[in-house]
């Protein structure tokens, strides 16, 4: 149903009498700043914003949902905003006020709550010379990040994100507050670490963490007129690497913005970001082939396993963007042609950047007891972005970002990352037959109106 502006503040007032936390409507003034995700390309007007300070607030947001007739779609940060599409009946539920972060030293573990980002995590675990299975930005929302699968600079050692997550606390469309583990409700549990947040509204999670103080991490940068040269000898180089290394190939064209440093600053790279684990020695002995093609930047060192989010050079602030991604099983000659086609130094390109990250090892290879996602297939996991600082642009990078995924599609999985997926696609692009039926199976036993609401949903 879609209300009109005076119906939606009539009703939800009451709302508002019965939360400790706050309802935006249409009428009030900061309406277009309260339903705005993180990537500010996506035009999000739902029926209302409700920002919940804590979970006894959204049990009562998911019962007025219900009796009204509208969906309720949680949202941490907004980076996957852009698949939601059309919001007309829903009520968004910012989980931003759920901060909490408890850090238990001796379990080596983490409680987050649902609006906690991934530089939290780390400030907090960097005392105690500990380390999350952490997304590539400090920005990204520890929760989204974790349901969906959770690909991070120790994936190829250490798996997925979502396999290290031992607990979970939701609210279900009955308005239940529920502690989810592999004990309580085994099939709640294994749905919600990789198949999203469809089956529940998680209001925390609790994962481990590992004894890391210092990572051999950074980026070697090389001018763009070497991409295919970079290309090549990357692929190779990934052929027979050791699981400690987890890095990544890029394409970057970057803008010339004025709070960009002096050497990227409207500049074109082809560049190797990453992370081995190993000490330092051995680890400069790992990176000496793509060392050897003497880059023009090289910051590749111990660093603090908390400073692994800078990376990836990921922008601190929500901005306008559009980009999608697909997984390669390889990387032949042809496909590498492509992506010069597309991004190379010939090139005239309005993305930033194409990033190709490493899948394979423990990435590779189904969790213990893990859940609707225990690994990702493939070789590469790759992603095309563009900023949008003109609305008009957006034909333009849309028709890019496509015609990527059409130029590579010959070497394309049959599965998708649905973390990297902005746009609206089958689910049975991320699950198999028999890993969709149990999970719509689930959705049908814990929320059988379909209350709940997420990027990329089930049916």
């Not at 907090?124 to 974790?146: I, K, N, Q």
């Not at 306008?320 to 991604?325: Q, S, V």
């Not at 390889?330 to 990033?355: F, K, N, S, V, Y």
């Amino acid at each position: 149903m879609s209300l009109t502006e005076t119906a939606v503040s009539d009703r939800f007032r009451d709302l508002a009498d019965r939360l400790t936390g706050r309802v935006v409507t249409p009428a009030d003034p900061d309406w277009d700043v309260e339903r705005l995700g993180w990537n500010l390309a996506a035009d999000q007007r739902p029926e209302a914003v409700v920002v919940p300070a804590d979970a006894s607030d959204i049990a009562v947001v998911v019962g007025f949902a219900r009796d009204l007739g509208l969906r309720v779609v949680p949202q941490g940060t907004g980076h996957l905003a852009a698949p939601l599409g059309d919001l007309s009946g829903a009520v968004l539920l910012h989980t931003s006020r759920l901060r909490e972060v408890e850090v238990d030293v001796a379990a080596a573990q983490v409680r987050a709550g649902a609006g906690v980002l991934w530089g939290e995590v780390t400030s907090a675990l960097a005392p105690h010379g500990l380390a999350a299975l952490a997304g590539s930005s400090p920005d990204v929302g520890v929760a989204g990040y974790l349901l969906g699968g959770g690909y991070s600079w120790m994936a190829r050692e250490r798996g997925l994100g979502c396999s290290a997550v031992t607990a979970i606390d939701v609210v279900t469309a009955d308005g239940r507050q529920r502690h989810v583990t592999a004990d309580t409700e085994p099939d709640l549990f294994w749905a919600l670490r990789g198949g999203g947040g469809n089956t529940a509204i998680v209001t925390a999670l609790t994962f481990g963490v590992f004894p890391v103080v210092t990572v051999y991490a950074g980026m070697l940068l090389y001018p763009i007129a070497r991409a295919g040269e970079v290309l090549r000898a990357y692929e190779e180089w990934t052929r027979d690497l050791t699981e400690a290394a987890t890095t990544c190939v890029r394409l970057l064209h970057v803008p010339p913005l004025p709070d960009l440093p002096d050497f990227l600053r409207g500049q074109a790279f082809v560049g190797v970001d990453g992370a081995i684990d190993l000490p330092e020695a051995e680890a400069a002995a790992v990176l000496e082939p793509l060392r050897a093609l003497g880059p023009a930047i090289d910051t590749f060192g111990d660093l603090a396993a908390a400073q692994l989010g800078l990376v990836h050079m990921d922008p601190p602030q929500p901005v306008p963007a559009i980009g999608d991604g697909l997984i390669l099983d390889d990387l032949p000659e042809a496909a590498i042609e492509a992506l010069l086609a597309a991004a190379g130094p010939e090139a005239q390109t309005a993305l930033l950047a194409i990033d190709l990250r490493h899948l394979g090892g423990a990435a590779g290879r189904p969790a213990e007891h893990g859940g609707a996602v225990d690994h990702l297939p493939g070789r590469f996991l790759v992603y095309a972005v563009g900023m949008l600082p003109d609305p008009a642009l957006a034909p333009v990078l849309e028709a890019e970002v496509a015609g990527l995924r059409a130029a590579l599609e010959p070497w394309a999985s049959g599965r998708d990352y649905s973390n990297f997926r902005e746009a609206a696609v089958p689910p049975s692009r991320f699950y198999d037959t028999a890993t969709l039926e149990r999970l719509r199976a689930i959705k049908q036993a814990y929320d059988p109106e379909r209350v709940i609401r997420t990027a990329h949903e089930l049916d």
